[in-house]
């Protein structure tokens, strides 16, 4: 017997996207056979309840939204062994993007009616959960402009909240300890990284692996803003690792501390606040993904 599942829809994900999508998510739903239910969370909270009661009555949870409602879920479900299936509906779509999952609608159903399950690592900050990457600094500045802009999608709104952050930026110094080993930087900002990218497509952290039981950090240190600015195209590709002011470590866990006070922002939202110790929980989480994308 096919397994239940709840589409979890939040229907203002990407500006409205994911409503927009809704009708034509259903349809593919049904022409693939997966038996379905949908709840329009109410907000976050309510979002949470729901997938947990799904998974409590063996119900699969299907997410139809961007990554913060998709990670948020995904931090609930780690180690309940329940399953998490991706429709990507918001802005940036990094967790889908770095899994492999296809961004548009059919697509993405089609991973969930015939792919695999795999296993991932989930990331807690402070003990908040989360997906792909937790930042700050800098960060923490742009993710706020960037949720506070409303007509830009993808990588055009946080390149855009890039540009006016850096106009009126003051280098923060920073203090970590790596598997209890302090390092200071000064710079512009830090990336406790599970997931590879953020931002859109950004890829601050190349070669950070969703199932490796580590965080990469990366750590942009100070620098002019003319510099700053020509290097943040490389981003995308993730070569800025190999410029000098780029320092990147990879370890069990990292508490951050800063000179002033910042957020830490995680898969697009607020998860906590400085001090942080960041640290992952190993094969926490089980998420659809197509076969292909499966190594």
Not at 101 to 119: C, F, K, Q
Request: charged share 25%; glycine share 12%.
């Amino acid at each position: 017997m096919s397994p239940r599942h709840l589409l979890l829809v939040n229907p203002s994900a990407g500006v409205g996207r994911s409503r927009k999508l809704l009708g034509a998510a259903q349809a593919e739903l049904d022409r693939a056979g997966v038996e379905h239910r949908l709840v329009l969370t109410r907000d976050l909270e309510h979002g949470i309840a729901e997938a947990r009661a799904a998974a409590e009555a063996g119900e699969r949870v299907i997410v139809m939204s961007g990554d913060g409602l998709i990670g948020q879920v995904g931090g609930a479900l780690a180690g309940t062994g329940a399953v998490l299936g991706i429709i990507p509906a918001g802005r940036g779509n990094d967790l889908a993007r770095v899994l492999g999952i296809p961004t548009d609608v059919r697509g993405a159903v089609a991973a969930i009616a015939g792919g695999e399950v795999r296993t991932i690592d989930v990331g807690e900050a402070n003990g908040a959960r989360f997906l792909c990457i937790a930042s700050c600094g800098f960060d923490s500045v742009v993710n706020q402009r960037a949720n506070e802009t409303r007509l830009l999608r993808g990588s055009f709104v946080y390149a855009y909240a890039a540009l006016r952050t850096l106009a009126s930026w003051k280098p923060a110094s920073f203090t970590l300890t790596l598997d209890g080993e302090r390092v200071a930087v000064r710079g512009y900002s830090v990336a406790a990284a599970n997931s590879s990218a953020y931002g859109g497509g950004m890829y601050i952290a190349p070669d950070a692996r969703l199932d490796d039981g580590l965080v990469d950090v990366v750590a942009t240190a100070e620098g002019s803003k003319l510099k700053f600015l020509r290097a943040l195209p490389s981003v995308f590709k993730g070569e800025h690792v190999k410029r000098p002011e780029a320092h990147v470590w990879r370890v069990r866990e990292v508490r951050i501390e800063a000179d002033r006070p910042f957020k830490v922002f995680a898969d697009g939202d607020p998860i906590t606040e400085l001090p942080a110790t960041v640290r992952v929980l190993p094969s926490a989480l089980r998420v659809i993904v197509p076969r292909e994308a499966v190594r």
